[in-house]
Nanobody, 123 residues
Framework: QVQLVESGGGLVQAGGSLRLSCAAS????????MGWFRQAPGKGRDFVGA????????NYADSVKGRFTNSRDNAKNTVYLQINSLKPEDTGVYYC????????????????WGQGTQVTVSS
């Protein structure tokens, strides 16, 4: 059974940091590119960043470049999103998703999604 489980969200003041985790099971994790998306209240789901299944290449939305960092630990079947210098506009539900041997461009169509973790940034 495929599962992607996000964790690490919470309430944080502007300027703070969080590290989100996405634990995967039911697949050979190392074969999957992993993406992060967020959905702000009343808005659609937007691409945040992605990390390649091989080589460690990453890609980020312009709005988060320099503040967000993707990493993965294939031994732990987990991908991480380090979020620094949080802003109120970063508030939303953050989702991870996977794509079998996929790319990291923003328009990638992902195979499976987690349930999300809430990040709330207070000003």
């Amino acid at each position: 059974q495929v599962q992607l489980v996000e964790s690490g969200g919470g309430l944080v003041q502007a300027g703070g940091s969080l590290r989100l985790s996405c634990a995967a099971s039911g697949r050979t994790f190392s074969n999957y590119a992993m993406g992060w998306f967020r959905q702000a209240p009343g808005k659609g789901r937007d691409f945040v960043g992605a990390i390649a299944w091989i080589g460690g290449l990453t890609n980020y939305a312009d709005s988060v470049k320099g503040r967000f960092t993707n990493s993965r630990d294939n031994a732990k079947n987990t991908v991480y999103l380090q979020i620094n210098s949080l802003k109120p506009e970063d508030t939303g539900v953050y989702y991870c998703a996977d794509k079998f041997r996929g790319g990291i461009v923003a328009g990638t169509s992902y195979d499976y999604w987690g349930q999300g973790t809430q990040v709330t940034v207070s000003s």
